[in-house]
């Protein structure tokens, strides 16, 4: 089972931009889809961006399509998030996890990395 540990996050004003990281551990990381989640308090955890294992499809949800971008670096077990037009609604807590079946439910994921802290203000 791959382990999964964030980076990255931190204080950044409005219009800033930050990068995420996710490093793995395991050989298993290149087999899987990797997506990357978020959850503020009062609220669920909701899927901000996927990428299939070899990188060649991205998904991004609606509220941050055109501002962030997920990639990886498969020799580096790594999958990344950049996030840049930061807004205060993008304060949250950022995961990401591994996708084991079909679908963008926080459900379909596994491995879930500890998350990082952004928050964006002022």
């Known amino acids: 089972q791959v382990q999964l540990v964030e980076s990255g996050g931190g204080l950044v004003q409005p219009g800033g931009s930050l990068r995420l990281s996710c490093a793995a551990s395991?050989?298993?990381?290149?087999?899987?889809?990797m997506g990357w989640f978020r959850q503020s308090p009062g609220n669920e955890r909701e899927v901000v961006a996927d990428i299939t294992s070899s990188g060649g499809a991205t998904y991004y949800a609606d509220s941050v399509k055109g501002r962030f971008t997920i990639s990886r670096d498969n020799a580096k077990n790594t999958v990344y998030l950049q996030m840049n037009s930061l807004k205060p609604e993008d304060t949250a807590v950022y995961y990401c996890a591994q996708r084991l079946r079909p679908g963008l439910r926080p459900t379909a994921f596994g491995s879930w990395g500890q998350g990082t802290q952004v928050t964006v203000s002022s």
């Open positions: 395991g050989r298993t990381f290149i087999n899987y889809s």
